[in-house]
């Protein structure tokens, strides 16, 4: 066995036990929430799960046709039956059940047979695949090759080196694959080779991935975490003093514990509150005995090596922050040592933001013209869009026209003698990347830029990132997001329930014929989009007035004191 575990007899962890947050795992083992009304599930998150299941029944399908093999969940018994599959040595099963081992539990979506012949043990070696509606990768890391299968022919043994792009492989996926492994470990099921696991992609290829490569060891990780988790369980139930508590984060939006923690939070004025403080800047915190946003601006943010916490990079940003957190007059603050900045102005303005699902569906400009040195037209709004699914080149014909209206907008400004800006608001995480993606899959559709056209728009002089403004300052709020600092400016979204994550249920509706209220879910999305754009515009307006001291004046965080 790999690993040492402290749990009572009948508990049990699944693979997601060692994924996100520990104190979810604390909280829904406590007898004291018993019976708490939790968060629900929202509409957006039950799509998300419901077409994961059916991304998986249609994985399922093809794989019994093309291996003929029925899956493990049809039977009456899925543990008796997966471990009669693997007895046989079945090179593919599907929907497989694993016993309880160790306190570990596991249902693997797919099992594959890795070598000809049984090992030393009599056993036959199986290594574990997930099926997940998603991409396989995540982030910008350096491009890579990986060893990519297919689903007629899903063994490690036939794979080929394949490059995906960048990014690395998605750490909750390689972690559930290590706890897996684990599993097949301590029932003598594992090869003897280095862990490796996969995933079905949501374009149907079984990508590969070690899961200790030197860099990232998701098996040690496993491991640890497996340990750490069961541990402050097990404080919990002895009422020991508590070996997890809440941090705030952005996955604890969408958690269910989230109403319960944050409340909690708040009570205590918790320095993850504070943007900019994460997980690893409150572990360095508390080891000095600060864990609340008073404390955390007392500090002394110019002398750092004099407070009592270990210092590190952003000590003195954080104290700061929390200054300016503490205010809450609803303004930001120029960082220490700053000494100002100009938000870059034009005689045409363009505010740009996109959106997107499985596609990039939507390109939403906001054009406004200067009458003055401080003011500018009402403008107008303009959408290139589709709501058609079914078209496989909509997408690439849509991002053609945009980028030719951009261009040629651009190119016509400055052949009269006038400048051009064009803003969007975080478009390195999201418009610059999407649209990539997107001329990766339409790279044939006449007019579609490359990838390297679409990656040099930051190189532009006329291109600006609001969001890249934006962390120039301090923020009474918890993130930097556009739907937290715009309302500070004076805007408001028309749409009570409007977030990127309904977006999506709109566009689901809009593209949907059968839907009767397919047409104002298709207008609900161009009012949501164009309000994007305005608040972009907003925000932008409000800042550079408050650089020249037009209506108010950002102040530098050296006026603030504890």
Known sequence: MLSESTPRAGDVGGSRFIVGC?????????????GLALLPVDEQQQMMFDEGLEFEEEVFVELSRLHAVSSMRLFDDPDAATLQAMARGDKVIIGASLPVINHRGGRPDVLVRHGESPMSNGKWAYLPVDVKNSKPLEGDSKAKVWPVGSLDAPWLEQATDT?????????????????????????????????IGATISSDKRVVWRLLDDGKNGFIAQAQAEWNERWAAIEAMRNGEARHTRPVYRDECKKCRWHDVCESGLIAEGHVSLVSGVGVIQVRKLAEGGIETIPQLAALDPVNVDANPVPKYAALGANIDAARVYLRDDGRPYFKRGSSGFAVPRADIEIDFDIENDDIVYMYGLHVSERIDEHAWTDGEYLSFHTYDRSDPTAEGRLLAEFWRWLHDTVANAHAAGRTVAVYCYSGGFAEIPRMKEASLRNANVAGVPSVDDIGALPSHDWWVDMHEIAKQLHWPSRTLGLKALAPMSGFAWNADDASGANSIIWYRAACDATNPERGVMGEKLLRYNADDVLATRELRQWLHNGVHGRGWRIDPVETLTA
Do not use: T
């Open 22 to 34: 520990s104190h979810r795992e604390v909280n829904d083992r406590n007898p004291r929430y018993d």
């Open 163 to 195: 490059d995906l792009g960048n990014g690395k492989a998605k750490s909750d996926h390689s972690l559930q694959l290590a706890h897996y492994w684990l599993i097949l470990h301590d029932m003598g099921h594992a090869p003897a080779i280095d862990p």
